[in-house]
T-cell receptor
Framework: DGGITQSPKYLFRKEGQNVTLSCEQN?????MYWYRQDPGQGLRLIYY???????QKGDIAEGYSVSREKKESFPLTVTSAQKNPTAFYLC???????????FGNGTRLTVT | GQQLNQSPQSMFIQEGEDVSMNCTSS?????WLWYKQDPGEGPVLLIALYKAGELTSNGRLTAQFGTTRKDSFLNISASIPSDVGIYFCAELPQGGSEKLVFGKGTKLTVNP
């Protein structure tokens, strides 16, 4: 079945370490997105990519970085510059630039 | 920026009861989306609405795109325990899915 796979499900890191979250999709979607979810705050856009080798900052990009070397993959790196990295991270994709998003099952990152 | 107000913030109901939640926007949009997020999982698209006045059903779920194009509601009939989760409305404006705006969610608890 087609879908979006995020790994790992849970991730624990020490403060000051960079960490990379994986997102892979086999839906042949051009556009991919990363969101951060905190309790009571809904979903906030970190980065998005409409096509391979191109990506744009979202509303809360500071302290994060991404790459889009392959259509099916859009990894997110949470750097040590992100002041409050503990959160639930959601990856999504869409078939074109104006279609509803399909989400992965998320990665819960805890930084201590 | 756009504001999307979703209410109520949370609901506690008995199994078998009907549920209604709504979203209002400060701006006019062309597409309303309703997602459900199970605990610890990613949001799943329930219903998409594309025209003002449109009424769409998906099983026990019914959603409507308000005639003013600034609001939408979601009804769940005869609730069951697996309806538990967070329901998000979202607006998809013209110009790209990266501009998708989410409400803050309605957390539904169903008591057996």
């Amino acid at each position: 079945d087609g879908g979006i796979t995020q790994s790992p499900k849970y991730l624990f890191r020490k403060e000051g370490q960079n960490v990379t979250l994986s997102c892979e999709q086999n839906l042949n979607h051009d556009a991919m997105y990363w969101y951060r979810q905190d309790p009571g705050q809904g979903l906030r856009l970190i980065y998005y990519s409409q096509i391979v080798n191109d990506f744009q900052k979202g509303d809360i990009a500071e302290g994060y970085s991404v790459s889009r070397e392959k259509k099916e993959s859009f990894p997110l790196t949470v750097t040590s510059a992100q002041k409050n990295p503990t959160a639930f991270y959601l990856c999504a994709s869409s078939g074109d630039w104006n279609s509803p998003l399909h989400f992965g099952n998320g990665t819960r990152l805890t930084v201590t | 920026g756009q504001q999307l107000n979703q209410s109520p913030q949370s609901m506690f109901i008995q199994e078998g009861e009907d549920v209604s939640m709504n979203c209002t926007s400060s701006s006019i949009f062309n597409t309303w989306l309703w997602y459900k997020q199970d605990p610890g999982e990613g949001p799943v698209l329930l219903i998409a609405l594309y025209k003002a006045g449109e009424l769409t059903s998906n099983g026990r779920l019914t959603a409507q795109f308000g005639t003013t194009r600034k609001d939408s509601f979601l009804n769940i009939s005869a609730s069951i325990p697996s309806d538990v989760g967070i329901y998000f409305c979202a607006e998809l404006p013209q110009g790209g899915s990266e501009k998708l705006v989410f409400g803050k969610g309605t957390k539904l608890t169903v008591n057996p």
